[in-house]
Nanobody, 123 residues
Framework: VQLQASGGGLVQTGGSLSLSCAVSGRIEIYYYMGWFRQAPGKEREFVAWISWRGDTTEYVDAVKNRFTISRDIDKNILYLQMNDLKSEDTGVYSC?????????????????WGQGTQVTVSS
């Protein structure tokens, strides 16, 4: 599986950005997809994940009710809609895919990773 994230940029506090992740290769319906982010000087952290079926999503508390993860199974694209952005959302956002875990919140739960895209939120 190959993944390529895009859509990052510079936005002001309270603004919105939409990230995309193009997914290619053999994707099984039981796979899951996730978004992680890494702020400067900090470890990579979980943001959200979705089952490739689309019937399950989970978010880190800090982004609940602001971010929405979704996927287009026909186009093989993973999305992350980010609204009401805050300065603490700044970081490099990466998409990932994996299998075999019920609640994949750790980086070790994922088998394939795309390169990151920079999101900068200025006040």
């Amino acid at each position: 599986v190959q993944l390529q994230a895009s859509g990052g940029g510079l936005v002001q506090t309270g603004g919105s950005l939409s990230l995309s992740c193009a997914v290619s290769g053999r994707i099984e319906i039981y796979y899951y997809m996730g978004w992680f982010r890494q702020a400067p000087g900090k470890e990579r952290e979980f943001v959200a994940w979705i089952s490739w079926r689309g019937d399950t999503t989970e978010y880190v508390d800090a982004v609940k009710n602001r971010f929405t993860i979704s996927r287009d199974i026909d186009k093989n694209i993973l999305y992350l809609q980010m609204n009401d952005l805050k300065s603490e959302d700044t970081g490099v956002y990466s998409c990932a895919s994996g299998r075999g875990r019920r609640e994949p919140r750790r980086t070790s739960d994922y088998d394939w990773w795309g390169q990151g895209t920079q999101v900068t939120v200025s006040s």
